[in-house]
């Protein structure tokens, strides 16, 4: 089983920017990770999720995060 881990993306820093630097590095680094050669079976998400803390962060990050095609996506906490 091959694990990876992402830690504080902090997604929300620049909440009214669509090409948030935050949010363009955490899809280029998943991008990665889902085509690359060593596709991972489980993604550990930790650290700070969100900047702020606030419902429309957490469901941008959950948005693409839950969208993954892993098999280990287990938990979706609501905001």
Sequence with gaps: MLIAQI????IG???DNPAEYNRKRLDE???ILIDGPNRPDL???TGDITDRGD???YRSAG???FALPLSGMA???QP
Aim: no cysteine.
């Design 7 to 10: 830690t504080d993306i902090h």
């Design 13 to 15: 820093f620049d909440q």
């Design 29 to 31: 680094v998943l991008d």
């Design 43 to 45: 993604l550990l998400a």
């Design 55 to 57: 419902p429309d962060s």
């Design 63 to 65: 948005d693409r995060l």
């Design 75 to 77: 938990e979706r906490r």
